[in-house]
Structure formats: C-alpha cells, structure tokens
C-alpha cells in the first residue's frame, strides 16, 4: 500500500529515546508522540508557528512500504513494525505505529 506521508507541525522535541526515536510534543495542540528520527525534519531559522504549518503544507511526499519486517511492542505496550521502504536502503528502515503503516 501507499503511504501519504505528509509534514505536520510544528512541534518541539521533548526527549531523545532508544532505538533512535524522539518524543515530540506539538507547539499548536500539545499532542506528544512518538517518531524515529528519520521521520523529522529541522526547520532552520526562527518562524512563527503560523510561518511553520504553512511550510508544512508546502510539501507533499508519498513513500511506498515495500516490506514489514519486523514487529514489536513500545514500551507502552503498543504495536510497531520495522517498515522497509520501496527505493531506500535497509538503512533507511524505519519502526512505525500502526495509525501510520
């Protein structure tokens, strides 16, 4: 299947954790979630959060799961799987929820 992956945002990190995933917690609602660090993108400069979510919107990239490959639970007890991505390396490999698989 395809996945949209589309930026949203803005947020603030709040935590670096194991297996290279970040907690971060949105600067509009406050939401906290967990990413791997691939899936972040620095906005450099300073930007009001309005100037934030309008480059968010800018940007509209598609990513295609090849493979799951692995799967585990978080330290919540939550579900996740070690996405493989069509034309990225193994490198590239990356564990995502299941809300974004």
Known sequence: GKLKGRLRGPYAVMAVLPHLLIQIQS?????????????????????????????????????????????????????????KWAGFEVEENSWETFETV
Request: glycine fraction near 6%.
């Open 27 to 83: 600067i509009v609602d406050e939401t906290v979630v967990k990413v791997h660090i691939r899936r972040l993108q620095e906005v450099k400069g300073a930007h009001t959060v309005g100037e934030l979510q309008q480059i968010a919107s800018e940007e509209d990239e598609e990513y295609v799961v090849e493979e799951i490959v692995n799967h585990r639970l978080d330290e919540d007890g939550e579900h996740e799987f070690e996405v």
